[in-house]
T-cell receptor, first 112, second 113 residues
């Protein structure tokens, strides 16, 4: 089955700096890679996703890159703000209707 | 369009009791997924259902756990004879047909005493 690894497990950055979270996956058949943000005690919320036919996607301060050959994808947050502080999870799946395989999460703290 | 609804939000049970967790998917979504999250861990897949069908239950423990998604009403995750190790947050997610994106509910936090 699929194995998703996520690094780092914790990340602290100064407000205004950039944050990068990296994930690797093992199953080359995976073709959909969402990122979720989860604040303490809240539901995971989708912040951005990318499909395997695309190498990069950007939405304002958030971007995701995908390297299919190396089987890794990354989340980039620029100009970080204190409200970006949360746990971020990457995930991988193969097709519509398939389970998501989640990484173990990155706890991001943005220091004002 | 209301989001994915789950109830109860918090559930306390004593060892040996039954826990019933309910999930109402978003309107128009016919696919429901259940995930379990242990403290400070990621989400682990349990089961994937469509109306009246279990599609993939590869993540479900073989005993005490069951799930259903009837023609009418919410999806139910049922845990019989709960043990302390069942304490976790249980999230359901839903997706529309032919789309990969899954939208999560607020979760049910189960505490077994």
């Amino acid at each position: 089955g699929e194995n998703v690894e996520q690094h780092p497990s914790t990340l602290s950055v100064q407000e205004g700096d950039s944050a990068v979270i990296k994930c690797t996956y093992s199953d080359s058949a995976s073709n959909y890679f969402p990122w979720y943000k989860q604040e303490l005690g809240k539901r995971p919320q989708l912040i951005i996703d990318i499909r395997s036919n695309v190498g990069e996607k950007k939405d304002q301060r958030i971007a995701v890159t995908l390297n299919k050959t190396a089987k890794h994808f990354s989340l980039h947050i620029t100009e970080t703000q204190p409200e970006d502080s949360a746990v971020y999870f990457c995930a991988a799946s193969k097709n519509t209707g398939n389970q998501f395989y989640f990484g173990t999460g990155t706890s991001l703290t943005v220091i004002p | 369009n209301a989001g994915v609804m789950q109830n109860p939000r918090h559930l306390v049970r004593r060892r040996g009791q039954e826990a019933r967790l309910r999930c109402s998917p978003m309107k128009g979504h016919s696919h429901v997924y259940w995930y379990r999250q242990l403290p400070e861990e990621g989400l682990k897949f349990m089961v994937y259902l469509q109306k009246e069908n279990i599609i993939d239950e590869s993540g479900m423990p073989k005993e005490r756990f069951s799930a259903e998604f009837p023609k009418e009403g919410p999806s139910i995750l049922r845990i019989q004879q709960v043990v302390r190790g069942d304490s976790a947050a249980y999230f359901c997610a839903s997706s529309p047909p032919n789309q990969e994106t899954q939208y999560f509910g607020p979760g049910t936090r189960l505490l077994v005493l």
